[in-house]
Each structure stands twice: as structure tokens, then as C-alpha cells.
């Protein structure tokens, strides 16, 4: 066997020697990312992000499902190092400039895809790490040592099948894996008002269904989450599309019987977007 075939080995080895199962049960969170401008200014936001990273262990890998990979059926990224995706326009030169060299790891993803048997997921080598991850973690890790996947949300699914699936991925939290639901709770970029970007307040309605949204999480009632649209009006404003909304969605399935739930970031901008985020253990 040839050197590279070795070192990929010891590699192999010494990745499935660290995932061995553990006493300590890492959390689980869901932020709301946002404006990819936290992804670079120091806002207070991006000031929780980074002391949130110091309050929880550090994990041998970081799984993020962003708002932003929205596929026919579910994929997950499988690259030794997955490129920085700009996925956006019309901000700073500065934004666009970000790259975050954090490595993938092959053999987690292959686990992973193993773990879940309601789908199959597709192994990708082309995708990497959209704004809904790389803003975020780069705040937490900005070292950019850890491995960092992604994992892509099967916009053909139903809510329900999606907390069903985050159900199968619970062992990761076992092996010291966080996992993270990237979106936001509250998420209408038709009723934001844009001369308003930075300016913290929330319309009546975003408020309400927010509070709904906390109640219902800190109750552990997560049924009508999963059924959001006979939440009313205000959830129909705040969820106009789910990407932004499954996410949450992700982490709520990830919950253990013993977890406890708190809430951070909990603050709306522009009217139609909250940045209310949970921890979950």
C-alpha cells in the first residue's frame, strides 16, 4: 500500500477513534442567521454566536442544515474541503471576499447517511458552505479546525417528514457532533421594511406568532410546529416559504427527553425577521 493509501487510513482511524460514543451529550441549537452582513460585522448577534461556541464543548464536527441548500431529495456534503459559497448579491465587496477554510470529513458524512434510513442520501462533492453556515461559524470557530458539513433540506418533504428524519441523526449528539438548524423563526423578505434593515422591531403579527413559536417550543409542544399552517395568519406572514422555517424544524427533532430549552438572539429586525435562536441541553 502506498503512503497516500496509509495516511488516508490512519486518517480514517484516528476520525472513527474520536466519534466513539460519549457520556457528555452535546446540544443542539437553531440560530437565526439573518442578514449574511452578521456574517462580518461585530453586531450583537455575532457577539452571541462567538460566546455561545465557549459556553457549549467543543465538537469534533459541526452538521448544519441551512436554509440555503434547498434539493430534490437530501444530500449531504462529502468533500474533503468544501469551497465558500457566496450566495447572494448586492452587499460589500468585503462579504464576497469571506472565505471560510474549514475542512469536510468524508467518513462523518458517510455515517451520517448511513444513520437515516426513511431517505437516501445522496453523497455530494459539489456544493460546500452556503452564507446560512459560513456566517454563522465562523463566528463560533473561527479558527476554522473543525469539520464542518452540511446537510440539504428535501424541499419535496412535508415538515413532518423532516423532524422524523432529524430523529434518526440523535446519535451524532452522542459522538460529539453539534448539529445546527441555520434559518430564521420569523422570515418574510416581502413584508421587510428595507429603509429599516438594522433597525430592531418586529410588526404586531411577527411578535405574536414568535411568542406563539417560543410557547410551544419551551412547552415541549412541538405538534403544532409540525403543522404550522393551522397556526393562522400570523404564521402564514411569518413562513410565506419553509426554508427558512424547516431548519428549526431539524433541531426541535433532535430533542431528548432531558434536554432544556432556552432561548437566545431573541430580538426582531426590519418588521418581518426574527433572530430568535434555541438551545436545546
Known sequence: MGAVGITTLSAFKNFTDNL??????????????????NGIQDTEFSRRWTQMAREIPEPKAVLVVSAHWYTRGTRITAMDFP????????FPQALFDVQYPAPGNPVLA???????????????????LDHGTWTVVRHMYPKANIPV?????????DARYHYD??????????????IIGSGNMVHNLGMVAWDKLNDE???DWAITINNKFKSLIADGDHKPLIHYSELGR?????????????????TLGL?????????????AVAGALTMTSIKLG
Do not use: C
Not at 466513539?20 to 452582513?37: A, C, D, K, N, Y
Open 165 to 178: 428524519l432529524a430523529r434518526e441523526l440523535y446519535s451524532l449528539r452522542k459522538k460529539g457532533v453539534l
Open 255 to 267: 430533542k431528548g427527553s432531558n434536554d432544556s430549552v432556552s432561548f437566545f438572539n431573541d430580538k
Open 83 to 90: 469551497k465558500t459559497i457566496h450566495d447572494f448579491g448586492g
Open 149 to 157: 458539513l452540511q446537510l440539504s433540506i428535501d424541499y419535496t418533504k
Open 201 to 203: 422591531f418586529g410588526f
Open 110 to 128: 458517510k455515517e451520517t447517511a448511513g444513520l437515516i434510513k426513511s431517505a437516501h442520501v445522496e453523497l455530494d462533492h459539489d456544493w460546500g
Open 20 to 37: 466513539q460514543e460519549q457520556e457528555q451529550l452535546m446540544p443542539v441549537l437553531f440560530i437565526g442567521h439573518g442578514s449574511p452582513m
Open 234 to 250: 400570523e404564521a402564514q406572514l411569518a413562513i410565506p416559504t419553509p426554508e427558512h422555517y424547516l431548519p428549526m424544524i431539524y
